[in-house]
């Protein structure tokens, strides 16, 4: 007998699939537009902050909306994507992947951009007196320092992702086993008769899920910072 | 030979820099906070890029705008120890010692062991950083750099964010380092008896220029740059050898060209070359030989030079050596007194020191050159 329904365990699964591909595939991304925003100054870059903030300040829909005319088949990315690499974002759980790396994108980047701009750069120039060059510098002191921040940046966008409802929706709709995750499944629970049962259930799951990622994060952090400080 | 040439425009600073250090022994970069020493060594390290000029260590250029080269600071091999030591908080202290190590070890000198025990840092290696002292983490810092196997070691300030313990605890370190792995290092400081103990050359920064550069003894000699080493550092530097020792008194014998200094005991065996900075206001001037005077220290002198420092105040350079080999000494007396004295250029005097006026940061050891002054009594 199982603590969960085969349909709650498909929708949690697919949740936790969506966040992971999308922090995942999100993070060096995250970390390049960090670093051009912390470390750069070019033209347009306020005009790059102002994008990548969007989703932050935009209703979801807009974003799924905008989504849905850039990466559908038949939009300008989206039908590129499929003639050459053959991919498609439209209607499946790539999608949905997709669009929560949208949302959470800005939280990334605003704690990896914070935490680089707390970086001493001072330590990164005694690296390359070292006889260490730039991208060693980066991976072995830089990276190391905004540790921190990357967690932080990281857990904030999964939180996000597993959160994810109306750009989700408006981009890939809420197809079962697809792109069913489990604020979609417990959107369509209020909009069926009797469903307030598994409806609370999935938002208790959905409790649950946050508050652990959030200890997880705290937890995390902790560690992290106090390595980085020399403590452990 | 290290060779710097270089120009800068940063704001309203300037800095146009002219000069050449020996590749041997340790060369003080002195000047006064803001004179643009530190700008100099990052000029070197690759850290502060010049506007122009050239910048080559032996026969490595690292930076020549004339010849397109400017070396990132990874590739220089120049060692530099930072005024914060600038230890990387997230590593032990083997793992910062480690981190500039090369794979394959060029030099059989520096390796991992003998920098440990050359800076006495075996009890310290698996500590965080966070677990050092001031003294440590500079030591610690000293290691990393010299572990880079570097030509040439840049030292910017590394004593002045330390107490006088701590730097007590970490000066024979950099002896150690001139001495044992004939490192040359440049060596930036505004602390006159850091460069006595230390330095064999010298150059005088003022303004974003160098005011003058030669050896330690000649720089110090020269009155005219009085204004610029500081008012209550102003001073000679007397080249002598640890002659004898006075047991019963616990006084200790300098041998110089044309005389002999006594000061209190030194303990350094025998013959030691000692530099020893006697500052110019520590020098009294009389007419004819003082008697019933508690001075030891009076020598027969000759004034070669007369300037007036400040106000009421006139330096007076003196040659209490040999005519063969002069020895400068200064005096800073009152103009009042030089009045009253009939004091004037050519006229012979003698010169009082006080021995209590000599300390130990007034003593630094050097290497001596071939054809030094040599005492034949210190055997």
Do not use: C
């Amino acid at each position: 007998m199982s603590l969960l329904s085969p349909l709650e365990i498909e929708a949690l699964s697919l949740s936790l699939e969506v966040g992971l591909l999308s922090v995942a595939a999100s993070l060096p991304f995250g970390l390049a537009i960090a670093w051009l925003l912390a470390r750069r100054n070019f033209p347009g870059k306020i005009l790059l902050d102002g994008i990548v903030h969007l989703p932050l300040v935009l209703p979801p829909v807009v974003v799924g909306f905008a989504l849905l005319v850039l990466f559908g088949r038949k939009g300008p990315i989206g039908a590129w994507l499929y003639d050459i690499l053959g991919i498609t974002f439209a209607f499946n759980w790539k999608g949905a992947a997709l669009a929560s790396a949208v949302m959470g994108f800005p939280l990334m980047v605003r704690a990896m951009r914070l935490a680089l701009e707390l970086v001493d750069r001072r330590l990164e120039e005694a690296a390359r007196t070292l006889g260490a060059g730039r991208s060693r510098v980066f991976l072995t002191v830089t990276v190391p320092l905004m540790g921190p921040g990357i967690l932080t940046g990281t857990i904030l966008a999964f939180a996000r992702s597993i959160s994810e409802f109306g750009a989700t929706i408006t981009f890939v709709s809420n197809i079962p086993g697809e792109t069913r995750t489990l604020p979609l499944a417990l959107y369509a629970l209020t909009q069926v008769p009797g469903g307030e049962t598994a409806a609370w259930r999935l938002a208790a799951l959905s409790v649950a899920l946050a508050m652990a990622a959030l200890v997880a994060s705290e937890f995390l952090a902790r560690r992290v910072d106090r390595r980085i400080r020399g403590l452990a | 030979m290290i060779a710097v040439e270089a120009r800068k425009r940063l704001g309203s600073f300037s800095l146009d820099v002219r000069f050449s250090a020996p590749s041997t022994g340790i060369t003080a970069l002195y000047g006064r906070s803001g004179a643009g020493k530190t700008t100099v060594v990052n000029m070197l390290a690759g850290l502060v890029r010049p506007d122009e000029g050239r910048i080559s260590v032996g026969d490595a250029v690292l930076f020549s705008s004339h010849e397109h080269v400017d070396l990132p600071p990874e590739r220089r091999r120049l060692g530099y120890v930072f005024q914060e030591a600038r230890l990387f908080p997230h590593y032990s202290v083997r793992g910062n010692l480690r981190y500039g190590a090369p794979r394959r070890p060029r030099q059989r000198l520096i390796t991992f062991d003998s920098v440990v025990s050359l800076l006495a840092l075996a009890p310290l290696l698996d500590r965080p950083i966070a677990a050092l002292s001031g003294g440590e983490k500079q030591r610690v810092a000293i290691g990393r750099a010299l572990l880079a196997e570097p030509r040439l070691l840049l030292m910017d300030e590394p004593l002045a964010s330390l107490d006088t313990p701590r730097k007590a605890e970490i000066l024979p370190f950099i002896e150690r380092l001139r001495d044992e792995l004939r490192l040359p290092i440049i060596y930036v400081t505004h602390a006159m008896a850091e460069i006595v103990r230390l330095a064999d050359a010298l150059v005088l920064m003022a303004d974003g220029m160098v005011a003058a550069a030669g050896s330690v003894e000649d720089v110090t000699s020269r009155l005219e740059l009085a204004p610029l080493t500081g008012l209550a550092e102003a001073g000679a530097v007397i080249r002598t050898t640890l002659a004898g020792h006075d047991m019963t008194f616990g006084l200790s014998e300098l041998a110089f060209p044309g005389g002999r200094l006594r000061v209190s005991h030194v303990t350094l065996p025998l013959g030691t070359p000692l530099r020893v900075r006697v500052r110019a206001r520590d020098v009294a001037l009389a007419t004819t030989r003082p008697t019933g005077i508690s001075i030891r220290n009076v020598f027969p002198a000759r004034i070669v030079e007369m300037a007036s420092a400040q106000a009421p105040l006139v330096d007076v350079r003196l040659d209490i050596g040999t005519p063969e080999q002069p020895v400068a000494l200064w005096s800073r007396i009152t103009q009042r007194a030089a009045q009253e004295l009939g004091l004037e250029v050519g006229r012979a005097v003698f010169a009082l020191l006080k021995a209590v006026a000599l300390d130990r940061g007034s003593y630094g050891q050097f290497e001596p050159a071939a054809g030094d002054f040599r005492d034949d009594e210190a055997g």
